[in-house]
T-cell receptor, first 111, second 111 residues
C-alpha cells in the first residue's frame, strides 16, 4: 500500500530565504505527483503536476523535482515571501487508481 | 470562470440529522471525489465517481452516501450513522491528465 510522508511537518523561515520541502513515497511505480497549497480554512490549490516521465516542473518561483527510483520529490521555493505562508501537500497516483496524500508541511515565512 | 463550487461554506446540524453537501463543477471532468480532512491528518477519501451514474466507496465510506445523476454534480450525504461527522469536507474533480482540482470546502459541525 502506498504511503506518503512529508518532512518537515512545520517550517519557519525569514523572508527572502530559499527553501525546500520534501515528499517521500514508498511505491515508486507512480503515474504522477501533484503539489498543492492550502491556506487555513480553504480548499487545495494546485501548484505543479509532474508526470512520471518528467524530472521537474517550474512555475514562477516554484520548482518541483521528481526522483522516482528513490521515491522522492522536492518543492523548491525561491526568495520566499510572507504570502507563501500556507500548508503544502503532495499527492501521488498510480495509473487507474486514486490519489494518496501526504500529511503536509506547514510553512511560515516571517517578515 | 471554470471551477468547483461547494455549498454551504459552513453547516451546523444536530446529532441524528442527515445533511447533504453540494458539489458542482463546470470543468467538464468525468471523475469527481469527496475527501474528509481532520486537524493534523491528511485527506481521506470518502467516495469517488469515474463517470455519471457510477460511484465507488473510498477508504472511509461508512455513514456517507453519494449520487451522480449529472456530470456536473456530486452531492454527499452525511447520515446519522456517521459516528464522528464534524470535519472539513473537500470535493475535487480530475482531468484527463490526472490533475486534480478542488473546491473551497464545507465545514460541518454536528452537536
Amino acid at each position: 500500500k502506498q504511503e506518503v510522508t512529508q518532512i518537515p511537518a512545520a517550517l519557519s523561515v525569514p523572508e527572502g530565504e530559499n527553501l525546500v520541502l520534501n515528499c517521500s513515497f514508498t511505491d515508486s511505480a507512480i503515474y504522477n505527483l501533484q503539489w498543492f497549497r492550502q491556506d487555513p480554512g480553504k480548499g487545495l490549490t494546485s501548484l505543479l503536476l509532474i508526470q512520471s516521465s518528467q524530472r521537474e516542473q517550474t512555475s514562477g518561483r516554484l520548482n518541483a523535482s521528481l526522483d522516482k527510483s528513490s521515491g522522492r520529490s522536492t518543492l523548491y521555493i525561491a526568495a520566499s515571501q510572507p504570502g507563501d505562508s500556507a500548508t503544502y501537500l503532495c499527492a501521488v497516483s498510480h495509473y487507474g487508481q486514486n490519489f494518496v496524500f501526504g500529511p503536509g508541511t506547514r510553512l511560515s515565512v516571517l517578515p | 470562470d471554470g471551477g468547483i463550487t461547494q455549498s454551504p461554506k459552513y453547516l451546523f446540524r444536530k446529532e441524528g440529522q442527515n445533511v447533504t453537501l453540494s458539489c458542482e463543477q463546470n470543468l467538464n471532468h468525468d471523475a469527481m471525489y469527496w475527501y474528509r480532512q481532520d486537524p493534523g491528518q491528511g485527506l481521506r477519501l470518502i467516495y469517488y465517481s469515474q463517470i455519471v451514474n457510477d460511484f465507488q466507496k473510498g477508504d472511509i465510506a461508512e455513514g456517507y452516501s453519494v449520487s451522480r445523476e449529472k456530470k456536473e454534480s456530486f452531492p454527499l450525504t452525511v447520515t446519522s450513522a456517521q459516528k464522528n461527522p464534524t470535519a472539513f469536507y473537500l470535493c475535487a474533480s480530475r482531468n484527463r491528465a490526472n490533475e486534480q482540482y478542488f473546491g473551497p470546502g464545507t465545514r460541518l459541525t454536528v452537536t
